[in-house]
């Protein structure tokens, strides 16, 4: 069974351009986590869906940053424009969801470079 | 604010030794906990979960223990290999199956 997948895996941009990553969960997995990791430090949490419903995305930085997981499978995090401190990779996890105290499967990630 | 702590110098140790890395949390008082280990260019891989009401937890050569009083999870690996040389996450967690991540303990095993 295939993994979580995310792409591309790696991405290099200037300030102040728009990025977008991509994520298809674990087949069947109802939730699905955005996360940022900086360069020694574990993963923070960005946003969270049950299906297509965001229930948590208050570390979502909202001016700009975006998510949507249009039909409950697959999710796109944008960030427009981007900044130097955006600089970092972004892990998307699924899990299957309804609250339950589950294990988190994680993608490869996206390593965002800003220059 | 709720604060994760785990050991940010490296441990390392000899093959065959049991290594333990700890973790601290404050202000917080999570349900139960996960530990993660995550190698360099890959995203973390679930190891263990262990429950607020349980006192240890095992598998296979791994160990975590949870103590509510301390606040503080120990997580042990018996007669430990070159391969489980990687960077060991710790992420306590509410009901709600959300998870706050420590900074993580790179172990680096000798042979």
């Known amino acids: 069974e295939a993994g979580v997948v995310q792409s591309p895996r790696y991405k290099i941009i200037e300030k102040k351009q728009p990025v977008a990553f991509w994520c298809n969960p674990i087949?069947?997995?109802?939730?699905l986590y955005w996360y940022r990791q900086n360069l020694g430090q574990g993963p923070e949490l960005l946003i969270r869906?049950?299906?297509?419903?965001?229930?948590?995305d208050s570390q979502l930085p909202k001016d700009r940053f975006s998510a949507e997981r249009l039909k409950g499978v697959d999710s796109t995090l944008k960030i427009q424009p981007a900044e130097l401190g955006d600089s970092a990779v972004y892990l998307c996890?699924?899990?299957?969801?309804?609250?339950?105290?589950?294990?988190?499967?994680f993608g490869p990630g996206t390593r965002l470079t800003v220059l | 604010s709720q604060k994760i702590e785990q050991n940010s110098e490296a441990l390392n140790i000899q093959e065959g030794k049991t290594a333990t890395l700890t973790c601290n949390y404050t202000?917080?008082?999570?349900?139960?906990l996960q530990w993660y280990r995550q190698d360099p260019g890959r995203g973390p891989v679930f190891l263990l979960l262990?429950?607020?009401?349980?006192k240890e937890k095992r598998k296979e050569r791994l160990k975590v223990t949870f103590d509510t009083t301390l606040k503080q999870s120990l997580f042990h690996i018996t007669a430990s290999q070159p391969a489980d040389s990687a960077t060991y996450l710790c992420?306590?967690?509410?009901?709600?199956?959300?998870?706050?991540f420590g900074g993580g303990t790179r172990l680096m095993v000798k042979p």
């Open positions: 996890a699924s899990s299957l969801g309804s609250g339950k105290v589950d294990e988190q499967f």
């Open positions: 087949s069947g997995h109802n939730t």
């Open positions: 869906y049950e299906n297509e419903e965001a229930v948590d």
């Open positions: 202000n917080y008082s999570p349900a139960y």
């Open positions: 262990i429950r607020e009401n349980e």
């Open positions: 992420a306590p967690a509410n009901a709600g199956n959300m998870l706050t």
